[in-house]
């Protein structure tokens, strides 16, 4: 499938904002989705208290309707930011501390839960260091449906997979290496994390985040959104998907929101008044040489705009990213819906050069140490 020529389509929405500004803003957009062989891009900033936003491209190829603030995307793994936020509130309440080992709050044993003498606690949970497979069930089992994407059969399969077939079969899930050690994707240790939640708040993972998050924030219901306001994402080879939605999936890829909604999320991370918010962004696990670290999914490094806290994400048809600059109270999202060959990459290249924009300084970049892994993808 071709995609046809698009018009690009932009517009901005803010309470203030310099005119100097807004242009090359809107150019950096039409750039990135141009280059990047895009459907559509929404950008929102926050910059000292002013919201701003940024709409380029369609929310479906065969539409022509452009994207808006309240435009609803797949955030992918941003949601694994929010289900570990969950997790700091119940610490900071006294409901459980980051040191528990996970198997606590399962309704059975586990002994499988561990390596070398070390358990998986809730901290290898957030910080990503659980060496817990990426995905189960296995999708390399399965096989492509004439007449319909790969990625849709594997959506699919994600769809019908349930909590009780999910601890049935991490039963057999063994870390591959002692945990702690270094940082890995998983989203199985993510799925784990969804099951220790609702033990430890003794409600569904679904109401918990709707009254700690969602409700605060005035956000909508990120597992059952306005269907009427989904974009639809697309393959890398454009591809047209149905919605992602896979209940066993909510805690890590498959939670909806706007931009407008995500920036909410975004400000109220940066401005770290709350005791819980403060606590998901300390470190604990570091690269060796203190140039980056892991807090609580959060990605930190020092640069000369002072702390940098980051994460992105991508589902079979969309990516995102989420940059926080506490010190320059300066926060960037980026939604769209395609999941192009590195998306992520580029959309986090994207939100360098809008920070440059915002912030005309020079930025470092730590780089992971020598031989490790890659802290998330």
């Not at 957009?29 to 459907?39: D, N």
């Not at 498959?254 to 962004?281: C, G, N, P």
Request: aromatic letters at 8%.
């Amino acid at each position: 499938m071709n995609v046809p020529r698009l018009t690009f389509l932009c517009s901005a929405l803010f309470l203030s904002l310099a005119g100097s500004a807004a242009e090359p803003l809107r150019e950096l957009g039409r750039q990135w989705l141009e280059k990047s062989g895009g459907v559509g891009l929404s950008i929102g900033i926050y910059d000292r208290g002013a919201r701003q936003f940024y709409n380029f491209g369609t929310t479906r190829i065969d539409g022509g309707t452009p994207p808006t603030k309240d435009t609803i995307y797949e955030i992918g793994s941003l949601a694994k930011i929010m289900t570990a936020q969950l997790l700091a509130r119940a610490v900071v309440e006294g409901r459980a501390s980051l040191t528990d080992e996970a198997a606590r709050y399962l309704a059975e044993p586990y002994p499988n839960l561990a390596n070398s003498g070390e358990s998986i606690r809730l901290v290898h949970l957030v910080n990503m260091t659980s060496q817990l497979a990426d995905n189960i069930p296995d999708l390399t089992q399965v096989r492509s449906i004439p007449g319909q994407p790969l990625p849709a059969t594997f959506m699919r399969v994600f769809d019908e997979y349930t909590r009780e077939e999910f601890l049935r079969q991490l039963h057999r899930i063994v870390p591959r290496r002692a945990p702690g050690i270094e940082p890995g994707q998983s989203n199985v240790a993510c799925m784990l994390l969804g099951v220790v939640l609702e033990k430890i708040y003794g409600e569904s993972f679904d109401t918990v985040l709707a009254r700690e998050i969602e409700k605060p924030l005035r956000l909508g219901h990120g597992t059952q959104p306005d269907v009427k306001l989904l974009a639809r994402g697309y393959t890398t080879n454009n591809e047209e998907l149905p919605p992602f939605k896979a209940k066993m999936a909510w805690t890590w890829g498959s939670l909806r929101y706007s931009t407008d909604e995500i920036l909410r999320f975004a400000a109220w991370q940066m401005v770290e008044r709350d005791a819980s918010v403060k606590l998901a962004h300390q470190p604990t696990w570091s690269t060796g040489e203190g140039g980056q670290s892991v807090a609580m999914y959060w990605i930190r490094s020092e640069t000369p705009r002072g702390l940098r806290l980051h994460f992105s994400g991508g589902t079979y048809g969309f990516a995102s990213a989420v940059e926080l600059f506490p010190d320059e109270k300066l926060a960037v999202v980026l939604l769209s819906n395609r999941a192009a060959d590195g998306a992520q990459e580029t959309l986090r290249a994207l939100s360098a050069k809008i920070v440059e924009q915002l912030r005309p300084e020079p930025i470092s970049h730590p780089q992971p140490a020598a031989g490790s892994q890659p802290l998330y993808r």
